[in-house]
């Protein structure tokens, strides 16, 4: 395995010196690629250090995670929905989710067959909560995480809702638009 100025991780045949693959990494490869437990580590330029199998990059993976109601209250029960897919959209089924809340563990998930994974709890005290899942990679896949708030209040708060059609008066076959706050 050899870096290069110009951006990319070579994998060549030891006996022959072939090219076998390389990879893209973003900017130039200056430090030396390392090997252990089958995969081979390589920083670059690009302020990244990536992960290689021997057929390859790992994977990149992606975390997206709502919380249902935010705000809440004391005593509601919050939903956490998240799901884990490649960065092309492909589900990641039966994976193990870490649930930190303020860093702390909290828990872990298992994505189902579509990488959907969900958990719900009652909240007790007031505060802003830093919920974060985090997926710790495999074989296949690169590792990742994402982070959301909770806030949670003593009592409901009040809101208005704003809103006005635009045109108005509204024409036929005209297009519309409701704006709101």
């Known amino acids: 395995f050899v870096g290069s100025d110009d951006g990319y991780l070579y994998a060549l045949d030891g006996n022959s010196g072939a090219l076998l693959s390389k990879y893209y990494t973003g900017n130039k490869v200056e430090s030396s690629p ?3 437990d089958g995969m081979v580590f390589v920083g670059s330029d690009s302020n990244r ?5 021997s057929s390859g990059p790992l994977t990149p993976t992606k975390i997206q995670l709502s919380l249902t109601p935010n705000p809440a209250v004391i005593g509601n029960l919050v939903t956490l929905l998240g799901n884990l897919r490649t960065n092309t959209n492909s ?3 039966g994976a193990a989710i870490s ?7 909290s828990g872990t998930l298992t994505t189902n067959s579509t990488g959907w994974f969900k958990a719900s709890a009652t909240v007790t005290s007031v ?3 830093n919920i974060t899942a985090v997926y710790a990679g495999s074989s296949q896949y690169d590792r990742s995480r994402n982070s959301t708030i909770l806030i949670v209040n003593s009592q409901r708060i009040k809101t208005v809702i704003y809103a006005r059609i635009v045109p108005n008066p509204a024409s036929p076959n005209v297009a519309t638009t409701l704006d709101g706050v």
């Open 91 to 93: 589900p990641i089924p």
């Open 127 to 129: 505060g802003n909560y």
């Open 34 to 36: 390392a090997i252990a």
């Open 49 to 53: 250090v990536m992960a290689f199998r």
């Open 99 to 105: 649930i930190l809340v303020n860093s702390a563990p």
